[in-house]
DNA sequence: TAAAAAAATGTGTGCCTACACATATTAATG
DNA sequence: CATTAATATGTGTAGGCACACATTTTTTTA
């Protein structure tokens, strides 16, 4: 099957009369063109529909990018982070042979200080874009006013630090998230029923908690008709099983009538756990698909899970980079991922679309 | 920043001590190379870590794809499938530089013939591949016979036909779509109440439809706490307002108690002007995000739609053949998209992923 | 008006691969 | 051992583009 040939650089010399020298530098506005064969190029481009070939210009101008991501480490095989992880990593190789190439860095977020050493190791490496998931407001705020200074330009991903020059932002709005999560808790519940808000804190996460919470309560309070129960939000220092179920069980004791169940966090498996142990009928719902929810979602443990594309994330930031890069695309300031609503009946639909592409050549 | 070169074929062919040509003959399995220098060739690709340019390559090969796609016409403007194309064109936009080009024919719902005529077009145009949305059975067995014969590839899309050489199906599980409804309906009502399942005939959509409502079914009676009351389904055979709204308000008058509508296809707006209109609370879910679905939605008509990315499922398909052209990749051959939930609440951030791509250069 | 300077335009090479073709090496045959 | 056949290996080119450099044309200056 034959079809027409794309327009060439040569294609359009033919038409104006000139060396394929001077169509670059009409393309590639290098000036040194006298006007009428300017004008007779830039006729050539329009009427030819002139496109060029990206695959040609990468090969020829041979250029080669290096990004650096910088997210907290993946201390359990499935946590939440391996995901964005894995979205950087099949992004990339779909840019490979565009010469785009990343080295992933990893921070504990436990430890500010092993924050500061990558992001100082990132800035000797002097790479030409980061994508940082900047958890620990201070210490990114004093590594992205380093690279403001040497003009690397970084995406925000999952979380935000307001007015900075990153180049996007894409992640969940955590406001609306908590909008989603007020809506299918009422949907579940009658309007009196008692809530309970569970946070739990590590590291800078409790301003995004805040705002998620707000955006709960902020569901339930903008009608008359729901949220008249009690909404209790209780924060528990610790992500350890032990601290948290010693809470949760004071908790329940004064509170019994709790009906439903919201955790801000990815841990509603350690709840859902209980609840099953002791046999609560307690609506639960929480954030993301780690598998640990997953295997409690599919218990009947956990009612509605939210997430927020953490693969697809990864993968938006680097196609953001590289599209900057080479197209010169500028993207939107902030990209709000959808919020997906995961139930029992359609998680393996998801879970598929998690697992890795199948086998190469 | 610089950073190592990626491995050349002139890296390996020196490495191994032949010219580029003999590196060439192992990459390719061509044979005609003596097995001492084969087997150090490939040694120098696994020492190098060589991978070979995608770029380089398609440009050396200057093959070009055609393929075609053979939707439903798009009615409205805004109508259903207006989606799936405009995944397809997106994708081959990504792709043109690599010779990928896609003629898209359309056929009407309600003509079978219209199916016939562009059938045969795209059998007389040859093309290397071939997205096709079967929605006529009958007629897309006797294309799908031809491409098989003539060894085209083609990729189902949205609708599959069982049992068939397709390279992948790519669209919905409808039982499981059933499923999600039943679901969502059950978290909305209380187990007495009555639920109405709508469906429209339009074309050969039935055989779907029927599934759909079987697994909206099989949710409601694999439990026996749910689903005590009626579940009555409705078939009308149009789509026009006026017929639907007149057998509506038949089926309401005879059945006041409905509290639940579940519409098996895109056109829950209908339904939703309707109840609002006659301020009937009942609960309605529907299927994809349609401007008239949204719309309704926004204004708290619809409870849940329930969207299978229509956008996506173009794009696939095209990264389906093009991959399969080009890196002999083999897809499975049912992908079933994910059943995206959606809300009032989180509407918008769906929308947002649907609206066309920024500015480019 | 010749020479020098400036501006405009054209040419050639590299990027990496695939493939046709040319050449070199080895094996087989009389 | 010379000759042919078979096999192995190397070379050249195309593909579209960017860029450095060479060459031509025009303008300016003495």
């Known amino acids: 099957m034959s079809t027409k040939r794309k327009t060439t650089i040569q294609d359009l010399a033919d038409y104006a009369n000139v060396s394929i020298g001077t169509v670059d530098r009409v393309i590639h506005k290098r000036g040194k063109v006298s006007p009428d064969k300017q004008k007779k190029v830039e006729e050539a481009i329009k009427?030819?529909?002139?496109?060029?070939?990206?695959?040609?210009?990468?090969?020829?101008?041979?250029?080669?990018?290096?990004?650096?991501?910088?997210?907290?480490?993946?201390?359990?095989?499935?946590?939440?982070?391996?995901?964005?992880?894995?979205?950087?990593?099949?992004?990339?190789?779909?840019?490979?042979?565009?010469?785009?190439?990343?080295?992933?860095?990893?921070?504990?977020?436990?430890?500010?200080?092993?924050?500061v050493e990558k992001a100082d190791a990132i800035?000797?490496?002097?790479?030409?874009?980061?994508?940082?998931?900047?958890?620990?407001?201070?210490?990114?705020?004093?590594?992205?006013?380093?690279?403001?200074?040497?003009?690397?330009?970084?995406?925000?991903?999952?979380?935000?630090?307001?007015?900075?020059k990153n180049l996007s932002y894409i992640g969940p709005d955590l406001k609306g998230s908590g909008h989603v999560a007020g809506k299918l808790m009422s949907s579940m519940l009658n309007s009196f029923d008692d809530i309970l808000i569970l946070n739990f804190v590590k590291g800078l996460e409790n301003s995004h908690i805040n705002i998620i919470e707000k955006g709960f309560r902020e569901f339930f309070s903008s009608s008359k008709d729901l949220g008249n129960g009690k909404i209790n939000s209780v924060t528990v220092p610790s992500i350890e099983e032990a601290?948290?179920?010693?809470?949760?069980?004071?908790?329940?004791?004064?509170?019994?009538?709790?009906k439903g169940v919201f955790v801000t966090n990815s841990r509603a498996h350690i709840i859902a756990k209980y609840h099953a142990m002791h046999e609560l009928p307690i609506k639960l719902i929480g954030f993301d698909m780690l598998e640990a929810n997953i295997l409690e979602m599919k218990n009947g443990n956990i009612d509605f899970l939210i997430s927020q594309r953490p693969i697809s994330q990864g993968a938006m930031a680097v196609k953001t980079l590289f599209e900057f890069f080479v197209q010169k695309k500028t993207p939107a300031k902030i990209r709000h991922v959808p919020l997906d609503i995961i139930i029992k009946e359609n998680i393996d639909y998801h879970i598929k679309l998690q697992e890795p592409v199948n086998d190469k050549l």
């Open 47 to 115: 009427k030819l529909n002139f496109n060029p070939n990206l695959l040609a210009r990468t090969l020829a101008l041979g250029q080669q990018f290096v990004i650096c991501s910088l997210f907290p480490g993946t201390t359990h095989p499935n946590s939440y982070w391996s995901l964005p992880k894995r979205g950087v990593t099949e992004a990339v190789v779909d840019y490979r042979d565009y010469g785009l190439e990343c080295h992933a860095m990893e921070y504990s977020l436990f430890d500010e200080l092993s924050f």
């Open 123 to 164: 800035i000797d490496m002097n790479p030409d874009g980061v994508i940082l998931a900047p958890l620990f407001e201070k210490e990114s705020l004093l590594f992205i006013k380093k690279l403001d200074e040497k003009k690397i330009p970084y995406v925000f991903i999952d979380a935000v630090i307001p007015n900075q």
């Open 243 to 258: 601290d948290i179920t010693r809470e949760l069980t004071k908790y329940y004791i004064k509170n019994p009538e709790t």
